[in-house]
């Protein structure tokens, strides 16, 4: 099997930790970056539909983040410190004094953080069932916090899970969609390539963002900070971020849209296309750039 070949353009970057591996895209307009997913996700993954839309209009930015991909070897953890580190290391190596972030999952954390911590930087926000606004219960937290900790649960036992295609497709059908997918066999193969080359198991970001107590990274208390136009995109059928989560994240932001997709889990963004592609490029545009 070999990764599916695109027309974009790769640059790597190199870091003290490794290689920094960005996509680009498109040559004129306002600069937009895109933030993937966690675990067996990569740039190319979350973002092949969305990419050429936008490159029409934008110049467009998606980094592999570390340890996925094509940034690897990488060196170190890949905590939340780093990854919004490779956001501003990004930004200054492409010369972009601000720009819009698109984030999924883990990456619309990491958008939301930004955007809290770098307002003068971003332009403008998507936020794709994001994570860093989720709690849990008493109990349900500490299993979680043992489970980013156990080699078997976090390692072992995913890599049996995803041994064959069919595991593999079982997982993505329930985990990550709540209906049919157009090109479900071509994400099936991107995934099984991705775990091919990068492993099974949680990103440095979520098991570091579990403390033994409470969430270490939880964005809700300063999302009321945002300033910058901000929209909310979340699937109705989402089993890893649960809708209300997002619904009660859009509310904290001042002036923040939200669109709850009927019939949509997590991965939204490769289970209706056309559906995200629009609502981000018709956002996107009312900046007037």
């Given amino acids: 099997m070999t990764r599916t070949p695109t027309p974009f353009e790769r640059i790597a970057l190199d870091r003290p930790e490794g290689r920094l591996s960005v996509v680009t895209a498109g040559e004129h307009g306002s600069p937009v970056v895109l933030l993937s997913g966690a675990g ?19 110049r467009v930015f ?5 340890k996925q991909g094509h940034s690897r070897p990488w060196n170190g953890l890949a905590d939340h410190a780093a990854l919004t580190d490779v956001v501003t290391h990004v930004l200054d190596r492409f010369g972009l004094d601000r720009a819009a972030l698109v984030g999924l999952s883990q990456g619309g954390a990491l958008a939301l953080s ?6 003068e930087r971003v332009e403008r926000l998507v936020a794709m069932a ?7 219960p008493p109990g349900v937290h500490q299993l979680l916090w043992l489970t980013a900790r156990s ?7 995913p890599e049996r899970m995803f041994r064959t295609r069919e595991g593999v497709e079982r997982f993505v059908r329930r985990a990550l969609f709540a209906g049919p997918v157009a090109d479900l066999d071509s994400v099936v193969d991107e995934v099984m390539e991705e775990i091919r080359v990068s492993g099974v198991g949680s990103s440095d970001w979520q ?14 208390p300063r999302l009321g900070e945002i300033s910058c136009p901000t929209l909310f995109i979340q699937g ?19 002036g923040a849209r939200l ?14 296309p056309d559906r995200v592609n629009a609502l981000v490029r018709e956002f996107l545009a009312e900046s007037g750039t």
């Fill in 40 to 58: 067996q996700d990569n740039a190319l993954l979350s973002w092949r539909h969305l990419l050429p839309v936008l490159a029409a209009e934008h």
């Fill in 62 to 66: 998606a980094p592999d983040w570390p």
């Fill in 114 to 119: 930004y955007a809290i911590d770098h307002p």
């Fill in 130 to 136: 994001p994570a860093g606004v989720i709690a849990f």
């Fill in 151 to 157: 080699r078997f649960l976090n390692r072992t036992l």
């Fill in 207 to 220: 098991n570091a963002s579990i403390g033994p107590w409470r969430m270490r990274v939880d964005l809700r």
């Fill in 236 to 254: 109705d059928k989402d089993v890893g971020v649960r809708p209300a989560r997002t619904v009660e994240a859009a509310r904290r932001v001042p």
């Fill in 259 to 272: 669109e709850l997709l009927e019939g949509n889990g997590h991965w939204l963004n490769r289970q209706s």
